[in-house]
């Protein structure tokens, strides 16, 4: 510990070590360490503090340089804070209650004080003056100006002169003077964040930004009892994991398994992303509570009741009251939801581990991984770093045991960084909380009774890695009493009863701001509320009748006058045929923390104005006015900054913020499922600060959250005469409520209605070559094969093989005969399907799913083996134009030879010498095996005869020759019609009636085009163009699935071949629509978006997962911003491209420009996303029938996965 | 081998041998050691990981680095010119706009790019480009301050009380 002190002179003030009560954690030692340093002064001048609480984002490691600053009388830019570090700093606790100022940081101002006294008296004795004779400033002593005693002319002496060369060390006098408040210069003062200018450039190093030398990566793979951390399946549900489903993954070094905890360990960061995804681990099944009826949970979880308050006679209270009230209130589960999911890096040499952490309470995560790993607390050290702001218990000690564990196996450095779903399943909650009041109202107005009893079922959720790994046995989880927060309410109630239920977590749970105070409160002030309603008292004037407490009372008063307080007896009259409805509402709470009876914070009061749309449920908070009485407020720029962050805060908790289960758990697995208040939803905030700066400090990093739903909840009985008794106030539940309580408010003038339906004009013209055998029908056949001699002979299902040649060299052709040949395969796309995902290009291997079964492309690159190396021009041509290999076997038409029958014998040759004159790569890819009767192979000639037309490409000399190039092209080698057109039930392109109207590929839509699709707009020529070169069409969407690759591929094809495509595709859609309908669309759709009376979960999932990137015009970011009011695939015939979309995302555009997409598979549920996909239909396809069977396309598209290896569900 | 990527982050050409899939978050934390851009969702939600791709804003934690090299890519650290902040990040200290900070990142890009392509936004369309850009703490209403001075818009949505 003393270590502290530079060479050179200093001063150290310390004390002997006094670990802290309270929450301690399972691995703590009894050794207590010795001294525990305070402050250090330098000759330099620097001073540094040390203190055992953290900065959470509060700005708190400002305010303690400011405390610091003003006892020692430096300069508040000398004083260096050290916040937590276990090797450095005190153990003072976990920073929890918002106890630091208050609390904490006593004996570092102590120790100011007391260096002080000691620098001024070796001053004195050097200067042969009485002590009480010096002033000092910024560190620089000087004669009392009040005093007699004279200062040399030109004499400089500095705090740092005098330890030069000194190196003292004190104990802290515990009962040392510390200044008195009327004399402060720097606290009291607002000072602006030391912290700011290095997080604004990038510089401040978050535990995010640690690197270590010889650093890994790791990532864990969680259980599937997502977000419970006890009952018998915790630490024993793992069966196996296999190993070899991430052998040979480049960069793997470990994988590391110990009871249910499972991590990964890699050289690179997306190395050890792709093998925790990869990693196959199989667990039990598990049985999870049912949370589906939280008040049903609450009630039936195992309870011990302890009495905190029995005044008066409650039960005779409530029996005889005039109007007998008893009430319920409900609290949802709630989340810490820090913006960035933990992290920590871990690094186990020498029987010695350092963590680099974000934790909350340094020593106790010390305790607590010295009995995960059986280390001694004195070889750890937990450097602590900011992190991501947390607000209670998230899971930033968690990863810390994860990393400890990761390094302790693979001998190196490893960081671990959490999920975001990950995250948001495991980080402990804020607990559910049941509130239910017994008691009515006098007939005189006066409060009967108040039987208040509580369920707040959280404990201090141990560190995950120890119930995992089976260190600390999960069966049975431990009790806290934390429930009791504010649960006395404040006023003087004659007869008043406390009763907290004493109850175990059942969702993995702990403290969160506003620990069990804000839904006792929420009761509280629900209550009182209602009973000046009954009483016919102003709410205000109600509250302050009953209210003992004068600074309390002086805080409503002084609040209700900042926000013009109307007084008023009774709610207003509610028009119930008007859609926005206005009210205001009033609540005060004081945040009592620590054990009870506990150690009062701040006082907070609200006067919140809300509106109500009838129509969508939606409730805005459109103002706060928030009073606070927060003591001496040491920085009063950051107390106001902090009274605004619990105002936004927790207005997003009491409109919106309810974590969703599921059997699987948590189900709340990104900001779609747990949606925070965005800025446009900001209240104008009115902060009354009370001016206390004579009294002591009290902490404000969680009063003025209190008050909050129960000022909202009231503010919504004004508006509408409904009391909302369960948190949160979301759009559904409201409208709900106000539909049974008013009557259903339906307002139709403002709806818009479908466009009318697009209707071709004229008759779709024909395609270019009428496919003979589909066209003229199957009557035709049997004459045709009489008839025709050549027809005869490629029927026959026995064909000769072609002799194997040597491999021709490349050095025959010429480099523009290559080059043609290039762009041929560009525009037929062969690489799309003989490249598998992953593989080299050409060399076949990708699974097509077929009705038949699964075909697998062959190699084409000129391997001799396992390629077409060997193949003459004869056999090329043959397989190409009639689908029979150089040996004689028939091909499958999942092969398009049927289209490639239209390919100019130019183009084919050049098409051959590209292909030879490529690399070889040995690639021996299984033979297509198809079920009987398909697999019988010579039956195809059947096929072939009844479907295959080998007439080579005619021009039609009626239409332009772009159009007969665009048919060309797109008939024969771009083979477009072989995915957009339906097949039969023998796998043929049906041509008669339904040519373009769309097919399957792939598990993707091909969409109809022409006339036949479903596009909001019709496509032009134009429209073609930009999606088939760029990969987006603005005013129809992205190229995805198996379409990207295809226009990837194109983009060596010369832009008159595009235009060409484009030109004859777009001839086929006549669909005549006005100029300015793509706008129509969308303002429709805006509309309908806003007025989402069909708000719901879909509704939320959208604005949280969707609306950032697709959401209005902004030009200001990068990659197209796809409008789903013009997407073909939210206004197409089946669901499937665009669950597609959702579940997997575009990781790759077709082209650069146009950005990715991520998939959701991992983070939404199936319900969750057939909801959003319900929202979608209705919000952007008005006018098109629902989807049928969403749920089963979801789970089926999901089941099939991404082509990839992996399940892509690392949670 | 896929050919080496050159990228330019910051003004500097960085020649890269990674996959042309391996996301740009990663290569700007992990191979390039910027601390500006963070991880915060990984699906494109919340903002914290955005960058600067040909000046407008993009997030770097869904993008492949192979499908940004066409264009200079700028961080954080790099809006600063010879040693001078950029007026945005001037009016965030300004404004004292930052509790935890992680989302800092995102709200000073953000605000970036749409200046970059409309030099006098209005408030609507500030707080339309925001609202996409997630912060927990709760620091919206020094954020918009900060935001508003940066574009030269008038006042605050918090009127900021005075001590009684």
């Given at each position: 510990m003393g270590g502290v002190a530079e060479p050179g002179g200093s001063l150290t003030v310390v004390r002997a070590a006094r670990p802290p009560g309270g929450l301690v954690a399972r691995g703590a030692s009894d050794d207590v360490p010795a001294d525990e340093v305070f402050l250090v002064v330098q000759a330099s001048g620097a001073v540094t503090g040390y203190c055992g609480h953290v900065d959470l984002g509060t700005g708190i490691r400002t305010a303690l340089a400011q405390i610091v600053a003003e006892e020692l009388d430096v300069a508040p830019d000398a004083v260096t804070m050290v916040l937590g570090h276990t090797e450095v700093a005190p153990n003072q606790g976990a920073t929890i209650a918002s106890e630091t100022i208050q609390v904490t940081a006593v004996p570092l101002r102590r120790a100011a004080a007391h260096a002080r006294r000691v620098l001024v008296r070796l001053a004195a004795e050097r200067m042969g003056v009485p002590a009480e004779g010096l002033a000092v400033r910024d560190g620089v002593l000087s004669a009392d100006p009040s005093g007699s005693h004279p200062w040399p002319e030109n004499m400089l002496l500095t705090y740092g002169m005098l330890l030069d060369g000194r190196t003292l060390r004190v104990r802290l006098d515990e009962a040392v003077p510390v200044k008195d408040p009327a004399a402060y210069r720097v606290v009291g003062r607002p000072m602006p964040r030391v912290d700011i200018p290095d997080k604004v450039t990038g510089r401040a190093v978050y535990v995010h930004d640690v690197r270590v030398p010889g650093m890994l990566h790791g990532r864990v793979i969680r259980p599937p009892y997502g977000g419970f951390d006890h009952g018998p399946f915790v630490g024993c549900s793992l069966i196996g994991v296999d190993r070899d489903s991430v052998a040979g993954l480049p960069g793997l070094v470990d994988v590391v398994v110990q009871g249910d905890f499972v991590g990964v360990v890699a050289e690179r960061e997306e190395q050890a992303e792709e093998a925790a995804r990869r990693l196959r681990v199989s667990w039990r099944q598990v049985n999870l509570p049912d949370l589906s009826d939280l008040e049903a949970a609450l009630l039936a979880n195992p309870s011990t009741p302890r009495r905190l308050l029995d005044r008066g006679d409650v039960d005779a209270g409530a029996e005889n009251a005039a109007i007998r009230m008893d009430r319920t209130y409900l609290w949802p589960y709630q989340m810490h939801a820090s913006i960035g999911p933990s992290c920590a890096v871990a690094d186990w040499r020498g029987g010695r581990l350092t963590v680099w952490s974000g934790t909350q309470n340094p020593h106790?995560?010390?305790?607590?991984?010295?009995?995960?790993?059986?280390?001694?607390?004195?070889?750890?050290?937990?450097?602590?770093?900011?992190?991501?702001?947390?607000?209670?218990?998230?899971?930033?000690?968690?990863?810390?045991?994860?990393a400890a564990l990761l390094s302790r196996t693979v001998g190196r450095p490893v960081r671990v960084q959490l999920t975001r779903g990950q995250e948001h399943v495991w980080e402990p909650k804020g607990a559910a909380q049941l509130m239910q009041v017994r008691g009515g109202l006098r007939a005189d107005g006066t409060p009967a009774a108040y039987d208040f009893s509580t369920r707040y079922p959280s404990n201090v959720s141990p560190l995950l890695a120890l119930v995992l790994t089976g260190v600390v046995p999960a069966a049975t989880p431990a009790i806290v009493q934390m429930g009791d927060r504010t649960s006395v309410p404040p006023y003087g109630y004659d007869n008043a009863r406390v009763t907290v239920h004493d109850m175990p977590p059942i969702a993995r749970a702990s403290w969160f701001r506003g620990v069990s105070a804000m839904p006792n409160s929420f009761a509280h002030e629900c209550y009182i509320d209602e009973l000046a309603e009954a009483a016919g008292v102003d709410p205000v004037a109600y509250r302050l009748r009953y209210l003992p407490d004068e600074r309390a009372a002086e805080l409503l008063r002084a609040t209700a006058r900042r926000a013009t307080w109307m007084p008023r007896s009774g709610p207003r009259r509610v028009d119930p045929a008007q859609r926005v409805l206005r009210g205001r509402g009033v609540a005060y709470a004081q945040y009592v923390h620590g054990a009870f009876p506990g150690v009062p914070a701040a006082w907070a009061a609200w006067v919140a104005d809300v509106t109500v749309d009838r129509l969508t449920g939606h409730v805005a908070v459109t103002r706060v006015v928030v009073g606070q009485d927060s003591g001496m407020m040491v920085n009063p720029a950051g107390v106001r900054h902090q009274i605004h962050g619990n105002v936004i805060q927790s207005v997003s908790r009491a409109l919106r913020e309810d974590v969703a289960f599921d059997p699987a758990g948590v189900a709340s697995r990104e900001w779609g499922t747990y949606p925070l208040l965005t800025f446009p939803e900001v209240p104008d905030i009115d902060v009354l600060l009370m001016d206390r700066q004579d009294q002591p400090p009290l902490g404000v990093g969680e009063s003025a959250s209190v008050p909050s739903a129960a000022a909202i909840a009231n503010?919504?009985?004004?508006?509408?005469?409904?009391?909302?008794?369960?948190?949160?106030?979301?759009?559904?539940?409201?409208?709900?409520?106000?539909?049974?309580?008013?009557?259903?408010?339906?307002?139709?003038?403002?709806?818009?209605?479908?466009?009318?339906?697009?209707?071709?004009?004229?008759?779709?013209?024909?395609?270019?070559?009428?496919?003979?055998?589909?066209?003229?029908?199957?009557?035709?056949?049997?004459?045709?094969?009489?008839?025709?001699?050549?027809?005869?002979?490629?029927?026959?299902?026995?064909?000769?093989?072609?002799?194997?040649?040597?491999?021709?060299?490349?050095?025959?052709?010429?480099?523009?005969?290559?080059?043609?040949?290039?762009?041929?395969?560009?525009?037929?796309?062969?690489?799309?399907?003989?490249?598998?995902?992953?593989?080299?290009?050409?060399?076949?291997?990708?699974?097509?799913?077929?009705?038949?079964?699964?075909?697998?492309?062959?190699?084409?690159?000129?391997?001799?083996?396992?390629?077409?190396?060997?193949?003459?021009?004869?056999?090329?041509?043959?397989?190409?134009r009639e689908g029979i290999s150089r040996d004689g076997h028939h091909l499958y038409p999942a092969f398009p030879y049927t289209a490639f029958a239209k390919v100019s014998d130019a183009d084919m040759e050049a098409l051959y010498a590209y292909l030879m004159a490529r690399e070889p790569v040995r690639n021996a890819v299984p033979e297509t095996k198809l079920a009987f009767p398909f697999s019988l192979r010579p039956l195809m000639a059947g096929w072939n005869v009844?479907?295959?037309?080998?007439?080579?490409?005619?021009?039609?000399?009626?239409?332009?020759?772009?159009?007969?190039?665009?048919?060309?092209?797109?008939?024969?080698?771009?083979?477009?019609?072989?995915?957009?057109?339906?097949?039969?039930?023998?796998?043929?392109?049906?041509?008669?009636?339904?040519?373009?109207?769309?097919?399957?590929?792939?598990?993707?839509?091909?969409?109809?085009?022409?006339?036949?699709?479903?596009?909001p707009v019709p496509w032009t020529a134009d429209d073609l163009f930009a999606y088939l070169r760029t990969g987006f069409s603005e005013r129809h969407g992205p190229a995805a699935g198996p379409m990207a690759p295809v226009v990837t591929h194109m983009a060596t094809l010369p832009e008159a071949d595009v235009r060409a495509i484009a030109a004859y595709v777009a001839s086929f859609d006549t669909r005549a629509a006005s100029p300015d309908r793509a706008q129509a669309v969308e303002q429709a759709a805006a509309i309908r978006a806003r007025d989402a009376a069909w708000a719901g979960e879909g509704a939320r999932v959208y604005g949280g997962s969707c609306a950032a990137c697709h959401e209005g015009q902004a030009p200001h970011m990068f990659g197209a911003r796809p409008s789903l009011a013009l997407n073909s695939n939210v206004s197409a015939d089946r669901p499937d491209n665009l669950a597609q979309v959702i579940l997997h995302g575009i990781s790759r555009p077709a082209t650069p420009g146009v950005g990715a997409m991520p998939g959701f598979a991992a983070s939404l549920s199936d319900a969750q996303i057939a909801a959003l996909m319900r929202h979608i239909r209705v919000t952007y396809a008005p006018g098109r029938p629902p989807w049928e069977g969403v749920e089963d396309v979801i789970a089926r598209i999901r089941a099939a996965g991404t082509g990839e290896p992996g399940t892509g569900e690392h949670r | 081998m896929p050919p080496a990527m050159v990228l330019t982050v910051n003004d500097t050409r960085h020649v890269l041998d990674v996959p042309p899939d391996t996301k740009l978050l990663h290569v700007l934390r992990n191979d390039l050691g910027l601390n500006g851009p963070k991880y915060g969702c990984g699906l494109g939600e919340c903002g914290a990981c955005s960058v600067l791709v040909g000046g407008r804003v993009a997030r770097s934690c869904g993008l492949a680095v192979g499908d940004v090299a066409d264009w200079p890519v700028t961080t954080l650290e790099g809006l600063a010119r010879d040693g001078v902040l950029d007026p945005v990040q001037r009016a965030f200290v300004a404004e004292q706009a930052a509790q935890c900070g992680y989302c800092l990142n995102g709200m000073v890009m953000t605000v970036r790019a749409l200046l970059n392509v409309d030099p006098a936004p209005d408030d609507a369309t500030l707080l339309a480009a925001l609202r996409g850009v997630l912060c927990r703490c709760g620091t919206h209403v020094e954020i918009l301050r900060a935001a508003r001075l940066a574009c030269g818009l008038a006042g605050g949505t918090a009127t900021g009380g005075e001590a009684a």
């Open positions: 106790m995560l010390r305790a607590d991984i010295a009995l995960l790993t059986g280390l001694e607390e004195g070889a750890i050290a937990i450097v602590r770093h900011e992190a991501a702001g947390c607000y209670g218990r998230n899971c930033a000690d968690d990863v810390c045991g994860d503010a919504l009985h004004d508006a509408t005469g409904v009391r909302f008794r369960e948190v949160p106030f979301t759009p559904e539940r409201v409208r709900a409520a106000l539909d049974a309580a008013l009557g259903v408010f339906r307002e139709i003038e403002d709806v818009p209605q479908p466009l009318p339906q697009l209707m071709p004009a004229g008759p779709t013209p024909k395609p270019a070559q009428a496919r003979l055998r589909g066209w003229v029908g199957l009557a035709a056949v049997g004459t045709l094969l009489s008839g025709i001699g050549g027809l005869a002979v490629m029927a026959s299902p026995w064909r000769p093989g072609i002799a194997p040649v040597a491999r021709p060299d490349p050095a025959r052709w010429s480099a523009a005969t290559i080059a043609r040949g290039r762009d041929v395969a560009a525009a037929g796309d062969c690489a799309v399907c003989h490249t598998a995902p992953g593989g080299m290009a050409y060399a076949g291997g990708l699974e097509l799913e077929t009705p038949f079964g699964i075909v697998r492309s062959t190699n084409l690159t000129p391997d001799e083996e396992t390629g077409i190396g060997r193949w003459s021009y004869p056999a090329f041509a043959r397989a190409m009844l479907f295959h037309d080998t007439r080579p490409f005619a021009p039609d000399p009626a239409r332009s020759a772009e159009w007969n190039r665009g048919a060309y092209l797109a008939e024969g080698l771009g083979h477009c019609s072989a995915c957009h057109t339906p097949r039969n039930a023998l796998g043929a392109e049906k041509w008669r009636g339904a040519w373009l109207g769309g097919g399957m590929a792939e598990g993707w839509e091909a969409p109809a085009l022409g006339n036949l699709s479903h596009s | -």
